[in-house]
């Protein structure tokens, strides 16, 4: 699975579990932008990351 991938998948997750998450976006192949329900978004470096730690890294900024 490509990280471009894993994001789409991560994201729908994220949607489903109602954490007030509307998308999350692969800006570049070290960088995902977590866009929020009010309009915030928040840039997550994940830069060298398996795909367990883009979970971790991501997940600090949603809760």
Known sequence: ???R???AVLETTLICAELDVTGLTLV???TVQIKFKGGGTRRVN???DSYG???V???KYVF
Do not use: P
Request: hydrophobic fraction near 55%; charged fraction near 40%.
């Open 1 to 3: 699975m490509e990280k």
């Open 5 to 7: 991938e894993f994001i």
């Open 28 to 30: 570049d192949d070290n």
């Open 46 to 48: 994940i830069e060298a």
């Open 53 to 55: 730690a883009i979970i």
């Open 57 to 59: 890294d991501v997940m």
